[in-house]
């Protein structure tokens, strides 16, 4: 496919009896990252922090907070020593298996009090990882200004709420 100018081929994987998703992995593709940080840069509002969960939205959110200067965090799956004063709250994804917590340290999340904030990601499927970054954010007295992502799977495609670069299809079997 297609993404941002750049030509990959995507693994299919199984997520159920009936359904492939096609495995876009953004870790390690440093040229796919920086075209689509900047071709996504050039659609979203006006913000001023950067927010993405652990872990595939890290190397977009960083590179979109280098090209644009505005600072990035990074909400947890796990608290790490160095966190206290820790925001929290529960996510289900369709790519991590069980339920999930997202962590922001309390000094991260006094960065984000009445701040324009932008959730950055590589997909958007079912939306539950972001509607848990929405509410975390709501939490700490952050504004979402904008949602956006490389890839919107299945209906995320057909949601006016995000920004995002192409389509990534299911695949039924």
């Given at each position: 496919?297609?993404?941002?100018?750049?030509?990959?081929?995507?693994?299919?994987?199984?997520?159920?009896?009936?359904?492939?998703?096609?495995?876009?992995?953004?870790?390690?593709?440093?040229?796919?990252?920086?075209?689509?940080?900047?071709?996504?840069?050039?659609?979203?509002?006006?913000?001023?922090?950067?927010?993405?969960?652990?872990?595939?939205?890290?190397?977009?959110?960083?590179?979109?907070?280098?090209?644009?200067?505005?600072?990035?965090?990074?909400?947890?799956?796990?608290?790490?020593?160095?966190?206290?004063?820790?925001?929290?709250?529960?996510?289900?994804?369709i790519t991590?298996?069980?339920?999930?917590?997202?962590?922001?340290?309390?000094?991260?999340?006094?960065?984000?009090?009445?701040?324009?904030?932008l959730i950055?990601?590589?997909?958007?499927?079912?939306?539950?990882?972001?509607?848990?970054?929405?509410?975390?954010?709501?939490?700490?007295?952050?504004?979402?200004?904008?949602?956006?992502?490389?890839?919107?799977?299945?209906?995320?495609?057909?949601?006016?709420?995000?920004?995002?670069?192409?389509?990534?299809?299911?695949?039924?079997?």
């Amino acid at each position: 496919m297609t993404i941002a100018g750049l030509e990959r081929e995507l693994p299919l994987c199984p997520i159920d009896d009936n359904t492939d998703i096609a495995a876009f992995v953004i870790f390690s593709d440093v040229e796919i990252t920086i075209a689509a940080a900047k071709a996504l840069l050039e659609k979203v509002p006006e913000f001023d922090v950067i927010v993405t969960s652990e872990a595939k939205g890290i190397p977009l959110a960083y590179e979109m907070s280098r090209q644009s200067g505005k600072p990035y965090i990074v909400a947890r799956k796990k608290i790490k020593l160095y966190m206290k004063d820790n925001v929290s709250i529960e996510v289900k994804s369709i790519t991590t298996e069980g339920k999930q917590m997202l962590y922001i340290s309390g000094d991260k999340a006094e960065m984000l009090k009445g701040k324009r904030v932008l959730i950055a990601d590589d997909v958007i499927s079912t939306g539950g990882s972001l509607a848990a970054l929405e509410q975390l954010i709501k939490n700490t007295g952050g504004e979402v200004v904008g949602k956006a992502a490389v890839l919107a799977e299945g209906v995320a495609a057909e949601r006016k709420d995000i920004i995002f670069l192409e389509t990534l299809p299911l695949f039924k079997r």
